[in-house]
C-alpha cells in the first residue's frame, strides 16, 4: 500500500501534561502518521497515555525510551512494552549485540524495536569528548554504519539516525530496514541556536530514503499546528514525487 505525505510524519508527545498532549492529538490525530511517546510524558503517566492516544486516533504509536541496560532487564522490559500494544520501541545502540538481541526476543512479534545509532545532538566534538576513537570522531557517520549493523544483526525492525546517514543505511541493510530520522526542520522552521546539531529538512530526508521523520518544534511552535502539518505533508508528497529509487 503506497504512504501518503502524512504517513511519513511522527509527532512527538513533548509535553509536561496529558491536557496538552490531548490537545495536540485532537487537532493532529488525522494529520499525521504517528504519535511518539517519551520519556517526560510516560514518566508522569505511565501506559494511561498510550490508552489515550488510542482512543483518540488512528495513528501509530512509537514508545521512545530508549533502554539501555544490562540483557536481563531490557528483555524484560521490552516483554512489558510488547503488552502495551505499541508499534514501535527504542533502545539504544551504543550497549551490546546481546542487548539489542534480548531487545527483540522480548518484543517478540508484537513490537518493532528500533535501535538508537547516535542522538542527533551529538556530533564529532562531542564523540572525541567522550573517548571514541579519532575515526568515529572525524566521521560520526562511521558509528552509526556500524551500530546500524549491530542492529540489523540482532533482528532489529529499523534503526534511528540522522538525515545525514539514511540514504547509507537504505543502500547497506537494504529498503525494509527502517530508517527513522528524528532532527527535522522545514527550511521555514530553520532558528539559530538550534540545540540539534545534525539536522535536515523534510525533503532532503525523503530523497535520502527516510522512511519515518519525527517533527516536533516547527509543528509545536506553530502558532497553527495544524497549517505547519499541512505545509510539512506538502513538502513530503513533492519530495516522494520527485524522489529517485533508492
Not at 545502540?93 to 538508537?116: F, P
Request: aromatic residues 6%.
Amino acid at each position: 500500500m503506497k504512504k501518503s505525505g502524512k504517513d511519513y510524519i511522527v509527532f512527538p508527545l513533548d509535553f509536561p501534561s496529558m491536557a496538552e498532549a490531548k490537545s495536540h492529538i485532537r487537532v493532529l490525530g488525522d494529520r499525521v502518521g504517528m504519535f511518539k511517546i517519551g520519556l517526560e510524558l510516560f514518566i508522569h503517566q505511565g501506559p494511561a497515555v498510550i490508552r489515550m492516544v488510542r482512543d483518540m486516533s488512528p495513528a501509530g504509536i512509537f514508545l521512545d525510551l530508549k533502554l539501555h541496560d544490562i540483557c536481563a532487564t531490557v528483555f524484560r522490559a521490552m516483554d512489558r512494552v510488547a503488552d502495551l500494544g505499541v508499534d514501535l520501541a527504542t533502545v539504544h545502540c551504543s550497549s551490546s549485540l546481546d542487548m539489542l538481541k534480548s531487545a527483540v526476543q522480548g518484543g517478540g512479534e508484537k513490537v518493532g524495536v528500533l535501535g538508537v545509532t547516535l542522538l542527533t545532538d551529538n556530533d564529532g566534538k562531542t564523540l572525541s569528548q567522550g573517548g571514541f576513537q579519532e575515526q568515529f570522531a572525524a566521521e560520526p557517520k562511521k558509528l552509526v554504519m556500524l551500530r546500524a549493523k549491530m542492529a540489523r544483526d540482532a533482528g532489529c525492525k529499523g534503526v534511528v539516525c540522522s538525515g545525514w546517514e539514511a540514504a547509507a543505511i537504505k543502500a547497506g541493510f537494504g529498503r525494509d530496514f527502517l530508517a527513522v530520522t528524528p532532527g527535522i526542520r522545514p527550511a521555514w522552521s530553520l532558528t539559530p541556536g538550534d540545540d540539534q546539531k545534525r539536522i535536515t529538512t523534510p525533503a532532503k530526508a525523503i530523497a535520502q530514503g527516510s522512511d519515518l521523520l519525527v517533527i516536533g518544534r516547527p509543528i509545536r511552535d506553530a502558532d497553527d499546528p495544524a497549517e505547519a502539518v499541512r505545509k510539512v505533508t506538502d513538502e513530503i508528497e513533492t519530495a516522494l514525487e520527485n524522489r529517485v529509487p533508492l
